[in-house]
């Protein structure tokens, strides 16, 4: 393994059955190989998500690994518009698209490396300065933040 999971990222999948994990790592391996360099943000809400980009920042992500119960997603932020020559894209959004992958053989296969590579071709231009860099080659982690308990106001009372 070229870069080594957070540790954090570890521990977020154990809520995953072990063959799930291994393909999220499996697929994250394969990411990295293809751009090295690139900025993971990983997520942890309802499910554990990883975009990858090259500035950490939204709009220079160019895929992400959403994680399901029984299969992983490998996503493009801008799927709608990626060709899609092998009709492998899924999704009903008005941007984003997704591969479904629910096994090892489906890693296998040269179409992803080639959709991942089409969508860092699609930024193009749009990513300027942080393309040349390369990305950091950075992780973040971002979990979801419990909520507070709203502020309790004094209890107004009548005729006092």
């Known amino acids: 393994m070229r870069r080594p999971p957070d540790p954090r990222l570890l521990g977020f999948l154990e809520a995953y059955d072990r063959s799930i994990a291994d393909l999220a790592f499996a697929l994250r391996e394969i990411i990295l190989e293809e751009v090295p360099d690139a900025s993971e943000s990983i997520y ?23 994680t399901n119960a029984r299969h992983i997603n490998l996503g493009f932020p801008r799927g709608a518009t990626l060709p899609d ?10 941007t984003m698209r997704h591969i ?15 959709y991942i590579r089409a969508s860092i071709d699609q ?22 933040v419990k909520n507070t308990p709203a502020k309790k106001r004094p209890v107004k009372r009548r005729g006092v």
């Open 44 to 66: 942890q809400v309802y499910t554990v998500a990883i975009w990858f980009g090259f500035s950490g920042k939204m709009k220079d992500m160019f895929c992400y690994i959403a």
């Open 123 to 144: 930024l193009g231009d749009q990513l300027g300065e942080s393309a040349s860099t390369g990305g950091r080659g950075k992780s973040v982690i971002k979990t979801r």
């Open 100 to 114: 479904k992958i629910a096994n090892p053989s489906d890693l296998e296969r040269s179409l992803v490396r080639r």
């Open 85 to 94: 020559p092998d009709r492998v894209l899924e999704g009903e959004g008005k």
